[in-house]
């Protein structure tokens, strides 16, 4: 018989079940003591088999099985192989058309699948193991409510930026704290967050895994209320004593509206071009994006912006008949956002001095509204308030906190500017930016920019540079 031993362990079975090791030398220790042949080995270490995630070692079992290269299956136990039961009969089912025949488990059990009664028996057998799984599970949902309840950080990896110090207890590691400190910082300075992504990777920083940092790792970062020495359960957070503090709960609190705000922006994030989806057509209102226009008569490659005739980058289809050669508009708007800046009035008009006191107050406005919005639901669940009542009290709480957050974010434009150096190194600032800060900066300041069309004829000069463009057929909105 050619034996195939199969070993699998997942963060659930750890301290219940042998790891894999020990399993692999347990199933070969079988396979010799019954003369059979090894013709391979196959393990999934920290692998669920009933979330049905893919397992690499067990998708190869079933090409090799396929394939007839495998008389029989040993394992410690059945529920090593599978903990759901379609997943089980699939498995059994080769038994009809391949050279498969037997999965034994190391203890002398297991099932027959050259017979008929066999198959059923094994069948059996796959509903008790997934009705086990599922006790296991709602088993690890009570626990990790009570732990998030009591404050306790769950098991898993370790978060960047802290370390573990005994069981549901997480300390700060400075090393990482300061690169997310760091991080903080910057995202509320107005930052992009891809800016900081490119950054980081750029300085080789690693995840606590030891990975490179990827869009993924800084949202669940930014998102994460251990950041500020809280836990979170199904939506819920909750006090901890067990989490150490990276940054202020206001701090916290306020990263959140700005990372809510990017995420709720669907525009163009273009890299290239600095006012894509930020320019509307003149003729039909559509937003314009950019793209390559080739002269093949000059030899030349322009970038425009075009009023695009089919769907693009999220926005509807537009007229088409509306487009201008990118580089004097991006000099245009630049200059024109540069002495918006500059403005004394612009300053006194927008009261960038952030008033500190103000923005905590708001803060706690905001999450005495949020507290009060589950009290009353609470009360709907005990049949204390009628469902009439309960919408009716939402409905007002949540218009209350939606005030809270424009007064939130307004202070928050105001905190961003309030960083930009308004005197003569600002052009330097702007010229050594990225892309997608001037972009942010750019929707900041302003409400709309239209093209109007038109033809152009004349010439237009700016900083030694000459252009075919008319600067009358763009017009700036600003927002204050």
Known sequence: MRAAPYARISREDEGN??????????????IDAQGWECVGVYV????????????????????????????????????RLNRRLWHSVDLFRLAETTSLRRIATTDGGGADLSTREGIQSAVTLAIEAEKESTRIGTRQKRKHRVLAKAGKANGGPRPFGHQRKGKGELTVYEPEAVIVREVVRRLLDGESAGSV???????????????????????????????????????????SEHIEAIISAEDWEQLQLVWGARAANKGVQSRRYLLSGILHCGNCGTPMV????????????????????????????????VFRNADPIDLLVSEAVLLRLDSPDFRAALGTQSNETELRELLNQ?????????????????????????????????DMIE??????????????????????????????????????????LVKKIVVLPGRTQGLWEFKGQRFRFDPSLIQIEWEV
């Open 17 to 30: 079940v042998d790891n894999t090791d020990i399993q692999v030398d347990e199933s070969q220790d079988y």
């Open 44 to 79: 999934d270490d920290n692998l669920s088999a009933y979330s049905g995630k893919r397992r690499p070692a067990y998708d190869r079992l079933i090409a090799d099985i396929q394939a007839n290269k495998i008389d029989v299956i040993v394992c410690t136990e059945l529920t």
């Open 197 to 239: 992504l490119r950054d980081l990777r750029e300085r080789e920083v690693k995840t606590a895994t030891g990975k490179q940092f990827h869009a993924a790792d800084m949202k669940r970062l930014v998102e994460s209320p251990r950041l500020c020495g809280k836990r979170t359960h199904h939506g819920t957070l909750y006090e």
């Open 290 to 321: 950019g793209r390559r226009y080739h002269e093949n008569r000059a030899g030349k490659v322009y970038n425009r912006y075009i009023c695009p005739k089919d769907e693009a980058y999220h926005h509807k289809a537009g007229c088409g008949k």
């Open 366 to 398: 905001r999450q005495a509204k949020i507290a009060k919005r589950d009290s009353i639901y609470n009360d709907y669940l005990a049949d204390a308030i009628s469902r009439e009542m309960w919408l009716r009290g939402q409905a007002a709480l949540d």
């Open 403 to 444: 005030s809270i957050n424009r007064q939130l974010a307004a202070m928050q434009s105001g905190r961003t500017l309030a960083r930009i150096p308004l005197d003569g190194t600002l052009h330097q600032v702007w010229e050594g930016a990225d892309l997608d800060f001037k972009r942010d900066l750019i929707k900041l």
